[in-house]
C-alpha cells in the first residue's frame, strides 16, 4: 500500500484553541503521534485548524471530517492554501457529512468546486457509492463504527494504492461493563444518522438493533467486533494471525469519547500512552472489543496490529 504518511495509528478528538487543546496537540505530538485527526462536530471553526498547526512543529492533521453543508468549498479552499503556505504537507482535507437526499451529487459537486490536491483530500465513505468516489477524487476513505470485513470490502474498492484510515471508538477504563457503559452513550447517537444507519445496516445489523442499541449494548458492539476480535491485557502484544486482516487498512485512528473526563482532549494522548507502559491491565474498548493500547513509541507492537 502506498505510504500516505500518517504512520500506522492516530488519535481522533475534539479541539479548539484554548490553551487546554494547544497543550494536547503538543503532547501528541511530544509522544510521537504522526497524525491528530479533528473532530468535525466539536470543531469551533477552521481558523482552530490554523492555531493548532501553529502552535506545533511537525504533527499532521486532518480534518476528521468537515461536514460540506456547514464549510464552504472557497473557505476550505482558502484555509488548505494558507496551511500549504506556511506549514508544507501538514493539513489534509477530510470531508463528509453529505447526509441528504442526494450525498453522491452534493459531495461530487463540493469537490468540482474544492481548491485542493486529490491527494490531500479524503473522504468519511460509508458506503460502496462513497467509496468509489473516495476512490475516484481523494487520497482515501475515513469510515467509522465498521467491522473487519467492512475494511476488507473497502479495500476491494478502494484498490492497493489507496489510503484505508479505519476510525476507531476507544474507552480506557479497567471495568470492562464501565467501558461498554461509555461506549454505548456516544455511540448511541450515530444510528440516528441516516448515513451511519444505512451503514450499519448494510453491515447486517436491524431496526430493531439500531433503535434498542442502550439495551444490548453488549451484543451490539461484539457484533461489530466480531471478525476477530478478544479481549487481550494492554501489556501483551496481539497475536500474529491478526496481520493479515490488519492490512486492510493503512492507518487506525483511536476516537476517545470527548464526553467523558477519561478522554478529555488533553489527558487522551498521556492515557494512550500509558496504557501500554504504564505496566497496568487498562481494557479500551474498541468498537465493542477489548483490545490493547500502545504509544507510537512502542514501534514493534504497532507493526503486529
Known amino acids: 500500500m502506498t505510504d500516505h504518511q500518517?504512520?500506522?495509528?492516530?488519535?481522533?478528538t475534539g479541539l479548539d484553541s484554548s490553551a487546554e487543546s494547544i497543550a494536547a496537540?503538543?503532547?501528541?505530538?511530544?509522544?510521537?503521534?504522526?497524525?491528530?485527526?479533528?473532530?468535525?462536530?466539536?470543531?469551533?471553526?477552521?481558523?482552530?485548524?490554523?492555531?493548532?498547526v501553529g502552535a506545533t512543529t511537525a504533527i499532521k492533521f486532518v480534518s476528521g471530517i468537515l461536514a460540506v453543508v456547514k464549510y464552504s468549498a472557497a473557505d476550505v479552499s482558502t484555509t488548505y492554501a494558507e496551511l500549504e503556505a506556511s506549514a508544507p504537507g501538514r493539513f489534509t482535507v477530510g470531508l463528509g457529512g453529505a447526509h441528504g437526499a442526494k450525498p453522491?451529487?452534493?459531495?461530487?459537486?463540493?469537490?468540482?468546486?474544492?481548491?485542493?490536491?486529490v491527494e490531500r483530500r479524503v473522504l468519511a465513505a460509508l458506503g460502496p457509492r462513497m467509496l468509489k468516489l473516495?476512490?475516484?477524487?481523494?487520497?482515501?476513505?475515513?469510515?467509522?463504527l465498521t467491522s473487519a470485513a467492512y475494511?476488507?470490502?473497502?479495500?476491494?474498492?478502494?484498490?492497493?494504492?489507496?489510503?484505508?484510515?479505519?476510525?476507531?471508538?476507544?474507552v480506557l477504563e479497567t471495568d470492562a461493563d464501565r467501558?461498554?457503559?461509555?461506549?454505548?452513550?456516544?455511540i448511541s447517537f450515530f444510528p440516528r444518522i441516516p448515513g451511519y444507519a444505512a451503514s450499519l445496516k448494510r453491515q447486517g445489523f436491524s431496526e430493531s438493533d439500531l433503535t434498542e442499541l442502550p439495551d444490548h449494548m453488549g451484543r451490539f458492539t461484539r457484533r461489530l467486533g466480531q471478525s476477530g476480535g478478544h479481549q487481550v491485557q494492554a501489556d501483551r502484544a496481539p497475536r500474529r494471525r491478526r496481520e493479515p486482516r490488519r492490512r486492510q487498512r493503512d492507518h487506525r485512528?483511536?476516537?476517545p469519547p470527548a464526553n467523558r473526563p477519561v478522554a478529555r482532549?488533553?489527558?487522551?494522548?498521556?492515557?494512550?500512552?500509558?496504557?501500554?507502559?504504564?505496566?497496568?491491565?487498562?481494557?479500551?474498548?474498541?468498537?465493542?472489543?477489548?483490545?490493547?493500547?500502545?504509544?507510537?513509541?512502542?514501534?514493534a507492537a504497532a507493526r503486529n496490529r
Open 6 to 12: 500518517f504512520g500506522p495509528f492516530g488519535i481522533t
Open 25 to 52: 496537540a503538543r503532547a501528541a505530538e511530544e509522544l510521537g503521534y504522526p497524525a491528530i485527526w479533528l473532530s468535525g462536530g466539536p470543531l469551533p471553526g477552521l481558523q482552530t485548524i490554523t492555531d493548532l
Open 104 to 117: 453522491i451529487a452534493t459531495l461530487n459537486a463540493y469537490l468540482d468546486e474544492l481548491d485542493v490536491p
Open 134 to 144: 473516495a476512490a475516484d477524487r481523494s487520497a482515501g476513505a475515513y469510515p467509522f
Open 151 to 170: 475494511s476488507a470490502e473497502a479495500r476491494k474498492v478502494l484498490g492497493p494504492d489507496k489510503l484505508l484510515a479505519v476510525s476507531h471508538l476507544v
Open 179 to 186: 467501558a461498554r457503559a461509555i461506549a454505548r452513550d456516544t
Open 253 to 255: 485512528s483511536n476516537r
Open 265 to 299: 482532549p488533553s489527558s487522551s494522548p498521556a492515557r494512550l500512552a500509558a496504557s501500554r507502559t504504564g505496566g497496568r491491565s487498562t481494557r479500551a474498548c474498541r468498537s465493542g472489543t477489548d483490545v490493547p493500547h500502545q504509544s507510537p513509541q512502542t514501534p
